[in-house]
């Protein structure tokens, strides 16, 4: 692991900092994730194994989803109620055994 100092400037409207370059080389134009928290930021490439499931928010919005089911059973329905040929259609080539 390699520490380096950088200032933060401003760049229009926004703050920038610039990236290492061997960092920003080695990305070329892949997309990076850039992780918060109370003590700073991390800024990695992204992979295969970020996922919307890892959004902190994502935590939220599921817990949110099962209270609102669990304060209104009866809005919720048999899947087979929604499932028409559509989806099956759409489906149809999904393997389950990798996704």
Do not use: C, Y
């Not at 370059?21 to 990076?32: D, T, W």
């Amino acid at each position: 692991m390699e520490l380096t100092e950088k200032k933060i400037f401003k760049h229009g409207g926004s703050w920038a900092v610039d990236l290492p370059i061997h960092f920003a080389k080695r990305l070329g134009n892949q997309s990076v994730i850039i992780e918060t928290s109370p003590k700073g930021l991390l800024i990695r490439p992204k992979t295969e194994l970020d996922t919307t499931e890892l959004d902190p928010l994502f935590r939220q919005f599921v817990r949110a989803f099962g209270v609102h089911a669990m304060k209104h059973p009866k809005k919720l329905h048999d899947a087979e109620e929604g499932w028409d040929e559509e989806w099956s259609d759409l489906l149809e080539e999904v393997d389950v055994e990798t996704e």
